[in-house]
């Protein structure tokens, strides 16, 4: 997004303040859907993976498209677990859920982009206005969040927040190898930084990673020696 006065600010604290929130498991925010089946985890990881390629558009409309996008995948998790439709109620938690783990890429500034140039009345009414609204509010709440979002003591909710994930205090100490979501989350963000590779004399494959096709370099999959399937064909 364009620069602004404070844009890079909101994204950087933003950032700090998930990582601070790394404790927090879906069991905190009563979501069971995360470990329902295979068909609800793979909604869930294309979910991710839309937010995370965001920031990659640079049109309005186009980021837009993207968080509907995730919001859909939610959704779809949400009826395959509950072999059902799904509310309003099951969703959000969800969706903060997903933003938690996957941390996109200047989240903050592509709001407040999407915000200044969208078609307002997008953004105020309809479908896509629907799912922004609840992205906004996703945002909010992790910005906000207090022991009770949680069901977790004040106290214990100070020291989860503040504890040093280097701490060598056996009992204090935040483990800090990847959980699955977050190992989904880097390696998703390899590769589309992967897209942004120069491609003079440089071949590119097509992967695919999390069920989804994605084009990277060669040179890239050997270099971080990444286990991926390559596709038949090259680009």
């Known amino acids: 997004s364009p620069r602004h006065s404070d844009d890079e600010d909101k ?8 990582r601070r929130l ?21 909604s869930l990881q294309r979910a991710q993976h839309e937010l995370l390629t965001m920031d990659m558009h640079r049109a309005p409309s186009d980021k837009l498209k993207h968080i509907v996008n995730s919001s859909k995948h939610i959704f779809n998790a949400l009826m395959e677990a509950q072999s ?13 859920f997903i933003i938690l783990k996957s941390a996109p890429h200047r989240l903050q500034s592509n709001i407040q982009y999407i915000s200044r140039f969208s078609n307002q009345n997008h953004l105020m009414s309809g479908e896509s206005g ?17 022991g009770k979002s949680f069901k977790v003591s004040d106290e214990e909710f100070e020291r989860l927040m503040n504890v040093n994930p280097l701490a060598e205090d056996g009992e ?7 959980r699955p979501e977050e190992s989904c989350a880097v390696l ?21 990673f999390l069920s989804l096709p994605c084009c990277v370099s060669l040179d890239f999959l050997l270099y971080f020696s990444l286990p991926f399937s390559l596709s038949l064909s090259l680009s």
């Not at 994204?11 to 998930?18: E, H, P, T, W």
């Not at 790394?22 to 793979?42: C, G, M, N, Q, Y």
């Not at 099951?90 to 903060?96: A, E, N, R, S, T």
């Not at 629907?130 to 207090?146: G, Q």
Request: proline share 5%; net charge negative; with cysteine.
């Open 11 to 18: 994204d950087s604290m933003f950032c700090r303040q998930l």
């Open 130 to 146: 629907y799912h922004f609204t609840n992205v906004c509010c996703a945002v909010s709440f992790l910005e906000n969040v207090t």
């Open 172 to 178: 204090d100490q935040i483990d800090s190898r990847p």
């Open 22 to 42: 790394r404790w927090v498991t879906a069991k905190h925010l009563d979501i069971e859907v995360v470990e329902s089946s295979d068909k609800a985890f793979t």
């Open 84 to 96: 059902g439709p799904a509310s309003a109620d099951d969703f959000l938690p969800v969706l903060i």
């Open 188 to 208: 998703t963000r390899l590769l589309v930084r992967a897209l942004l590779l120069p491609c003079d004399g440089t071949a590119y494959v097509t992967v695919h």
